[in-house]
Each structure stands twice: as C-alpha cells, then as structure tokens.
C-alpha cells in the first residue's frame, strides 16, 4: 500500500512520461499491472499513420520503473522508422516486461500480458524480443489474434532471430563495400558482442563469409559454447571499443556508442543489431562522422525481424521475406552515399527517408 502521495513540486524533478527525451509525440503509452500473476508491463505506441504498431515484447530485469519506461519509449519509436525505411505499412510500437524472463515468467503471466494486448483491438501487435521465444507469442496467441512470430506449425512464421541476423549481414556487407571497397568478409576481423539468438546467426554468415570473428558476451558459458561451434575467438580484452578491429557489431543492449565509450573506438564499421545504438543519436552520430567511422543505421539493418513477422499479415512466403531482407544491402548503400553528399551523419540520412513516408502518408490520409 502506498504510504504517501507525490506532490506536484516533486512530480516535476522525476521527469514524467512525457517529459521524457524519448517520448517524442508517442500517441499513446499503456501501463499494464496484474497482482494475481505479478505482471507489470509497459506498451509504446509511437506511430500508426502507416498502420498498426508493430514490435516484439521485450522481458529484462530493470534497475528502476523510470528505466523501463525510457527503454520502451526509444524502442517503440525505432520500430515507427524501421518499418517506414523498409517500406512496410506498419506503425511502431514496443511493450517492456519488467522481470526476469528466467525466474518470474509464467504462462499464465505471458497470457494475462496477451489479454492487455487484446484490449487495444489491434492497435498495437506484439512479437517476440529479448527474453522472449516462440512458443511465449504461441501463448499469446491463446487469447488474442494480435500476435506474429507464432510457431511455423500454427501458421507463423516462426523464430524472426535467423532473418534478422541476415539482414544485419547484408547491412554490413554494404557498409563494408562503402568502406573497403569490396564486400568480401574475408580477413576481415568482426567483434560482436552478444550472441544471443541473433549473435549467434550472424557469427554463422561470417565464419561462412571467411571472416576472422571475435565474440564478447557477458555468458561466459554461451562463449564457450559459441567458440566451440563456429571457431571464433573469444574476447579476452579488458576494453572491447578500443580493440584495432574493421568491423564491431553490437547485439546486445543498447546505448553502447555513448560518452564513456566513443572516444575509444576504433573499428572502420559499425553495424549490428542492437536496437538505438548511439546514446544520443545527433551528438554520437556526428563523432562518429568526424571521426570516419562508417555507421549503417541500426533500425535499417536489423529490420529482418519485422520484415518476417510482417509476412503473417500480408500471407506471403519466404522467398518475398528473403528478397525483402536482401534489399536491405541496396538501401544501406544508397543512405551511406546520401549522408556522403549530403555532409549529413547516416542516422539522420535514414530517418530523413522513414519521416518522409510518414509524412506523404499523413498528408494523404488527411485528403
């Protein structure tokens, strides 16, 4: 029970939802709580004008409230850009579940948190993220339609994880032939960081590709693991972004181009899957500019994902999800030698592309 209120004076200095950087003109941010199963739940919804909002549920022990609300924010915002670059008519969206997905998820949770889903009639559909698997959207699924990236064997079109890896590794080959002129991976030397089910996609097109692949993960069982089955090396470094590397590919959290971090780096290219790379993107993605470091924008080159889950709505196959996910190499050239002409950082070249669609949309709507 609450023992006392917040008054305003207060309220003002803890930074309220839409005082938030992040929030930037969500239309609407639903806080999900249910006491019998211990669901706390946050979902974003940053843009409909191309369609519903889309994105996965993301289950990650938060240090605070404020944390989650901050993470749902910038990642439901991604996902309106991401799906407006790729060309795909949908919205963004995003939804947080605050706990640990090891220890505090339950079927019962994953089918409450799919009831709030189902409350907002389709303006948001969820899909799977961090701390999420199939078979939790397949649970969803129980008791709402608003759900992709259910299992193949009910309809779906399973496991987004290998699709966005593949497209993160198109994102890269083109950010690579930007750079170096070519884009053979081979010899050249890849740190990712995380290997997760994505991570671990990728580390499997670079070994393909001949490329020479570190991996850094905070599992130290996992790298093991990982080493072990594709011969990359583990990082035993004490300072990952200092490491003389071509290519570093973060695909873990976010925000790891940030102050602390972006003085030291020195790869030629970045590009990976983490989603909202540059702690502050005009400031981080400027430094990198100067500093010659190609970027290929995250919500570009990671747009895999949504591209598969979008094939559940649009009934179209694998071979359209594949074609679709290989253009992300085209799309990625074209931004790089826009930002090139156009004396602007390739962050900004990409969102200059998805807030267009957005706005032509808007206005076409409104006639």
Partial sequence: MVSEVINTNQLSKADPVFGQLSFDNHEQVVFCNDKDTGLKAIIGIHNTVLGPALGGTRMWQYANEWEAVNDV???SRGMTFKSAITGLNLGGGKAVIIGNAKTQKTPELMKRFGEFVHSLSGKYITAEDVGMETADMDLVRE????VTGISEDKGGAGNPSPITAYGVFMGMKAAAKYKFGTDVLEDKTVIVQGIGHVGESLVEHLTNDGAKVIIDDINQERLESIS????????KGSNVY???VDI???????????DTTIDSIRAKVIAGAANNQLADELKHGRILQEKGIVYAPDFLI???GIINVYAELENYGKQE???KTENIYNTTLEILSNAETNDITTHQAALNIALSRIEARKKENQQ
């Fill in 73 to 75: 924010l910038r990642l």
């Fill in 143 to 146: 008791v709402t339609p608003y």
């Fill in 321 to 323: 999800i594949m074609r």
């Fill in 242 to 244: 200092a490491e003389a």
């Fill in 228 to 235: 072990k089955k594709y011969g990359a090396s583990i990082y």
């Fill in 302 to 304: 990671n747009a895999g």
């Fill in 248 to 258: 570093y590919a973060p695909c873990a959290l976010g925000a790891t181009i940030n």
